[in-house]
């Protein structure tokens, strides 16, 4: 046992659950898991007792109670300073903050219409005429990330927005296997991103996970 606690969704659709279970696994945080599974008929009695928001995720320490995605990936890199989940530098920080916020509060046409659903493939067909303003502003915030900042490492060298893992590349992992589950169209900077994402070893967990659960909601309730 630990004195943390993740209350999460089905891995296979719940994206919310994904960022800040990310940002702990990244951190190299020792937590308990305890997964919710969503649509089933004990779901709103089971968010009701372990969620203010009735919503998943949900972090507990102690008396505290963390709820909202981002909010918990803030307490988390707050809680693990040596894991760097934000740039050290002021204005890049800015920015990663910046593109993290956007995708938490924003892209409501992708999560309509490409929901997280990482074990199926499904045909692209006429989803991406609505979502592809979504769809192109992901890709263009991985492209300038990647150019500014990415290429030169300025949070130290590797593949993903600002070089090493943020909390902004944990707030588009959920992004990424949408591109995969539907066969979206992307640029090489994307390729490779999505590439680097899901060679990322607690991504790789998540996504053996989410292939095994037996769970399966109907597409249109798909979280």
């Avoid at 530098?89 to 659903?117: C, K, Q, S, W």
């Avoid at 609505?130 to 192109?136: G, K, R, V, Y």
């Amino acid at each position: 046992m630990t004195d943390l606690t993740l209350y999460i969704g089905n891995k296979n659709y719940s994206s919310w659950s994904l960022r800040p279970w990310l940002a702990l696994k990244h951190a190299g945080a020792r937590f308990d898991e305890i997964l919710i599974p969503l649509d089933q008929p004990d779901t709103p009695e089971l968010l009701r007792r372990h969620s203010p928001s009735r919503r998943v995720p949900v972090l507990r320490q102690g008396a505290l109670i963390v709820w909202e995605s981002q909010a918990i990936c803030e307490y988390i890199a707050e809680l693990f300073p040596a894991a760097r989940l934000w740039p050290e530098d002021r204005e890049t920080r800015a920015l990663a903050r910046a593109v993290a916020n956007e995708i938490h509060g924003g892209f409501g046409e992708m999560r309509r219409y490409l929901p997280m659903d990482i074990r199926n493939r499904w045909p692209l067909g006429e989803r991406l005429k609505t979502a592809q303003a979504d769809a192109d502003r992901a890709t263009q915030i991985w492209r300038d990330c990647r150019d500014r900042y990415g290429s030169r490492g300025a949070h130290g060298p590797g593949p993903y927005l600002f070089g090493e893992f943020t909390i902004a590349d944990a707030m588009f992992a959920p992004v990424t296997t949408r591109f995969v589950t539907y066969g979206v169209p992307l640029d090489p900077i994307s390729v490779d991103y999505v590439a680097a994402i899901a060679a990322h070893p607690a991504m790789k967990e998540w996504t053996a996970a989410a292939k095994a659960e037996p769970w399966t909601i109907e597409e249109d309730a798909h979280k």
